[in-house]
């Protein structure tokens, strides 16, 4: 018998995330999945809605040929043919399983900056993020659960938890916040080995309630470009082009990365990153996370941008709601969790403080302390 919390997965998808209607078409990503149930389900729920549906099943050992052995022309003609897909659809869904999440660590970086150049830019970034309604989201798997440092049965209870929240109070919730940051100029996040400044004057801010990615729960806007100030160390590890990093440490001169360390990881690849175009080393997002279900990271940023009193600090592409100028084939979440058990922090705006050590302090924000685990 088909587990029921897949059925309420998929009508947020397709009734709240994706809006989908009659007439339209639905592209379905699918990558890595040994979980067939909520792409099946996704598929009945469009023709039953008078869409259509396409699918696509991709395995990424295949993926990482293509990219490792490839030329610029290769991967340039893969991108156009798959962009004019991308051109002809209204919805795009992209499911990701996690067999291996270091599948492509040992693809080299002149390889994985051509690929982000003639496929991901084109493909996702200029016409996919632009130009459709979308949605990406990972699908549990006993690799996920061990990533989280969990049993399968404890993980798929954490999942269903945290990706089938109820996105209609989040969106009430997250009201205060945006209105918060939308009158905020100057913005001042400290904590250990962090004290950092920049302004978000002007720059839209924008809440999100399950629409773009599932889990969700963050408010997110960007850094006046050339106004951060300071050093920062990210306390959640990460994973970025298939190789991971821990301790991810970064200090900023007029907007941009002066230098850049980790405490595990190769810190040359990491430079390497940050310096493979003009806009990797400058700001392109900042958001504050706020799911009240996802508490740890899992060095997998679909949950760990989420976590419930934590920010993150992205190296590279500004995204078009919230546009800086920054441009970059390159998008890089970092995050921070600031609740006490991880060393606490705090962020202020304009010399107030709204949220300490993980928990929100003003009145109208208060709200979003929900189901948080108390200090300790």
């Excluded at 989280?148 to 109820?166: R, V």
């Excluded at 001169?253 to 806009?279: Q, W, Y």
């Excluded at 302090?361 to 108390?374: C, H, I, R, S």
Aim: glycine fraction near 8%.
């Amino acid at each position: 018998m088909n587990d029921p919390r897949w059925e309420k997965l998929a009508s947020i998808l397709v009734q709240h995330s994706l809006k989908l209607g009659k007439g339209e078409t639905l592209f379905i990503e699918c990558f890595d999945l040994d979980d067939t149930s909520l792409p099946r389900l996704l598929v009945r729920k469009a023709l039953e809605t008078g869409a259509s549906a396409i699918v696509d099943v991709r395995d990424n050992c295949i993926v990482r040929e293509l990219i490792r052995h490839g030329n610029a022309e290769s991967l340039r003609r893969w991108g156009e043919i798959d962009r004019t897909r991308m051109e002809r659809v209204d919805a795009y869904l992209g499911l990701r399983g996690a067999r291996n999440i270091s599948e492509l660590s040992d693809v080299p970086s002149d390889r994985m900056s051509l690929y982000n150049q003639e496929y991901q830019k084109p493909v996702h970034f200029d016409y996919r993020i632009k130009k459709t309604r979308w949605c990406v989201m990972r699908l549990p798997s006993p690799s996920m659960a061990q990533q989280a440092a969990m049993s399968t049965e404890a993980f798929e209870d954490f999942y269903f938890d945290a990706c089938t929240l109820d996105y209609a109070w989040l969106s009430r919730a997250l009201r205060p916040l945006v209105g918060r940051m939308d009158a905020a100029r100057e913005v001042h996040i400290q904590g250990p080995e962090t004290d950092l400044r920049f302004s978000i004057a002007g720059i839209p801010v924008i809440p999100c309630a399950g629409e773009m990615n599932i889990p969700d729960g963050e408010v997110f806007t960007a850094p006046v470009r050339d106004s951060v100030e300071g050093h920062v160390r990210f306390n959640a590890p990460t994973i970025y082009q298939g190789t991971a990093f821990d301790g991810v440490r970064l200090e900023f001169s007029g907007g941009r990365v002066v230098r850049a360390d980790c405490t595990a990881g190769d810190a040359e690849k990491l430079r390497s990153i940050l310096n493979c175009d003009a806009g990797a080393p400058f700001i392109g997002e900042f958001s504050i996370g706020c799911n009240p279900k996802i508490f740890h990271p899992m060095r997998d940023i679909l949950f760990d941008e989420k976590i419930a009193g934590s920010f993150h600090f992205t190296p590279g592409n500004a995204y078009d709601e919230a546009d800086n100028g920054n441009r970059s084939k390159i998008h890089w979440d970092l995050v921070q969790i600031q609740r006490p058990d991880y060393g606490g922090g705090t962020i202020s705006f304009d010399g107030q403080p709204i949220r300490i050590d993980g928990r929100f302090v003003t009145d109208d924000l208060k709200g979003l302390n929900a189901e948080m685990p108390q200090r300790v």
